[in-house]
C-alpha cells in the first residue's frame, strides 16, 4: 500500500509568488492533517481536513495561508505572496478517522524562498 | 544508555547498549502520546504509542513509559543499532480533534 504521497518535494519560490503543495493521503484514509517544521524544531500543527470539510485550522495563520481537501484529489495547501519566513517543511499526515491515530506522515514539501 | 530531557538536545550512545529518550510533556488532558523518529530529508516515522490509561508499552526493541503523576514520557530501545541514528519527537494528543503537539526533539547518535 502507498503510503502519504507529497509533491512536490522541493519548492522554490520567489518572494510574492505563491505556492502549491500538494497531500494524496494513504488508501482508505479520508482525514489530513498540516504542519509545519522549521529548521531544528518540531512539527507545528497548522490545519486539519477531512474530505470538503476544514475541521480544525488553529494553528494555520490568518492571511495568505488556505488549505483545501476536495471531494476529488489531493489536499492543497496554498500559500500567496510567499515571504522568506514561509521557507519551512510542511509536512501532511493522514488517519481513516476522526481521532484516528497513529497519524503517518509523508516525507514532505521543503520550501524555500528567494 | 544515559537518558536526557529535552533541554539537551543530543544523546550520544554505544552500538548495543540501551538508550533512553525522556520528555515533558505540558497538558494533563492529553489522553494519547506517541514516539516518531524522523531521518534526514524524511518525515516523521511512527515507532510506537501510549495511551493514557496505560503505563507501559513494548514493542520490538522499543518500550514506552508514562508517568501521568509527572507528566513524563520516555522511550527506551534496547540494543541500539546505527540505523537508530535520527531525530526523536514525543507528541501528545491534547484530545481536541486530533491534532498532535510536537516537543522540539532530540538528536540520536549511535557510535560503532
Known amino acids: 500500500n502507498a503510503g502519504v504521497m507529497q509533491n512536490p518535494r522541493h519548492l522554490v519560490r520567489r518572494r510574492g509568488q505563491e505556492a502549491r503543495l500538494r497531500c494524496s493521503p494513504m488508501?482508505?484514509?479520508?482525514?489530513v492533517y498540516w504542519y509545519r517544521q522549521l529548521p531544528e524544531e518540531g512539527l507545528k500543527f497548522m490545519v486539519y481536513?477531512?474530505?470538503?470539510?476544514?475541521?480544525?485550522e488553529s494553528g494555520m495563520p490568518k492571511e495568505r495561508f488556505s488549505a483545501e481537501f476536495p471531494k476529488e484529489g489531493p489536499s492543497i495547501l496554498r500559500i500567496q505572496q510567499v515571504v522568506r519566513g514561509d521557507s519551512a517543511a510542511y509536512f501532511c499526515?493522514?488517519?481513516?478517522?476522526?481521532?484516528?491515530?497513529?497519524?503517518?506522515f509523508g516525507d514532505g514539501t521543503r520550501l524555500s524562498i528567494l | 544508555g544515559e537518558s536526557v530531557g529535552l533541554h539537551l538536545p543530543t544523546l550520544s550512545v554505544q552500538e548495543g547498549d540501551n538508550s533512553i529518550i525522556n520528555c515533558a510533556y505540558s497538558?494533563?488532558?492529553?489522553?494519547?502520546f506517541i514516539w516518531y523518529k524522523q531521518e534526514s530529508g524524511k518525515g516523521p516515522q511512527f515507532i510506537i504509542d501510549?495511551?493514557?490509561?496505560?503505563d507501559k508499552r513494548q514493542g520490538q526493541r522499543v518500550t514506552v513509559l508514562l508517568n501521568k503523576t509527572v507528566k513524563h514520557l520516555s522511550l527506551q530501545i534496547a540494543a541500539t543499532q546505527p540505523g537508530d541514528s535520527a531525530v526523536y519527537f514525543c507528541?501528545?494528543?491534547?484530545?481536541?480533534?486530533?491534532?498532535?503537539?510536537f516537543g522540539k526533539g532530540i538528536t540520536l547518535s549511535v557510535r560503532p
Open positions: 501510549i495511551r493514557s490509561n496505560m
Open positions: 507528541a501528545e494528543n491534547p484530545g481536541a480533534n486530533s491534532k498532535l503537539t
Open positions: 499526515a493522514s488517519s481513516p478517522n476522526r481521532g484516528g491515530q497513529p497519524q503517518h
Open positions: 481536513l477531512q474530505k470538503e470539510n476544514i475541521i480544525d
Open positions: 497538558n494533563s488532558a492529553s489522553d494519547y
Open positions: 488508501k482508505g484514509h479520508s482525514h
